[in-house]
């Protein structure tokens, strides 16, 4: 069965400093990883997807993630934050070898104070 | 670029009431999804389709029956609602064979009163 664990329901950061926002997951094959944003009352927004290839994937808006196979994370990264940024950030895994459909975790919520 | 196009983008219905939802796929897209955000929660997986038919079932309901048509869209038929159902409902589409590129339409907002 394939899961995924956001650890923090909630991440405050101030504007300027760098972003963490952390995923972990569990996959029987090998992992397809993917970053959604979500703001209030809007659609899902693709950041970025880790496929093959090299671990530090850069996606939209600044963002990045990297893919670390021995501690099945995939924590998602940002140098500098914006206030623009606050959202929601659902992390999503799929396996290679197992069904089409993305399995979401729980999301975290991402305040950027100014 | 043309998106995933859903509609409506609001509906409000009573109990045991029905009601169907509709996305139409990214151009040349043949593969389907459909997911449900409840309020707070992570978007769950329900049904897709590739070619008209399904190809994966997820956690949906048998109150819930869904469908794919020719031109490739699609349709989640809903029936005897319930205050639970009330939920956001996501499609998104991709083509089969880059299933790991699903492209998330901006969602219905079911509101079951």
């Known amino acids: 069965a394939q899961s995924v664990a956001q650890p923090e329901d909630q991440v405050n950061v101030a504007e300027g400093n760098p972003l963490t926002v952390k995923c972990t997951y569990s996959?029987?094959?090998?992992?397809?990883l993917f970053w959604y944003v979500q703001y209030p009352n809007r659609g899902l927004q693709f950041l970025l997807k880790?496929?093959?290839?090299?671990?530090l994937v850069k996606g939209s808006y600044g963002f990045e993630a990297e893919f670390n196979k021995s501690q099945t994370s995939f924590h998602l990264k940002k140098p500098s934050a914006l206030v623009s940024d606050s959202a929601l950030y659902f992390c999503?895994?799929?396996?290679?070898?197992?069904?089409?459909?993305?399995?979401f975790g729980p999301g975290t919520r991402l305040s950027v104070l100014p | 670029a043309a998106g995933v196009i859903q509609s409506p983008r609001h509906l409000i219905k009573e109990k045991r009431e029905t009601a169907t939802l509709k996305c139409y796929p990214i151009?040349?897209?043949?593969?389907v999804y459909w997911y449900q955000q409840g309020p707070g929660q992570d978007p769950q997986f329900l049904i897709s389709?590739?070619?008209?038919?399904?190809?994966d079932k997820g956690s949906i309901p048998d109150r819930f029956s869904a469908q794919q048509f020719s031109d490739y869209h699609s349709e989640l038929n809903m029936s005897s609602l319930e205050l639970g159902d009330s939920a956001l409902y996501f499609c998104?589409?991709?083509?089969?064979?880059?299933?790991?590129?699903?492209?998330f339409g901006p969602g219905t907002r079911l509101t079951v009163t």
């Open positions: 998104a589409s991709s083509l089969q064979d880059r299933a790991y590129e699903q492209y």
């Open positions: 996959v029987s094959g090998n992992p397809y």
């Open positions: 880790y496929i093959t290839g090299d671990n």
């Open positions: 999503a895994v799929r396996a290679d070898n197992y069904g089409q459909n993305f399995v």
């Open positions: 151009p040349r897209h043949d593969t």
């Open positions: 389709f590739y070619e008209k038919m399904q190809s």
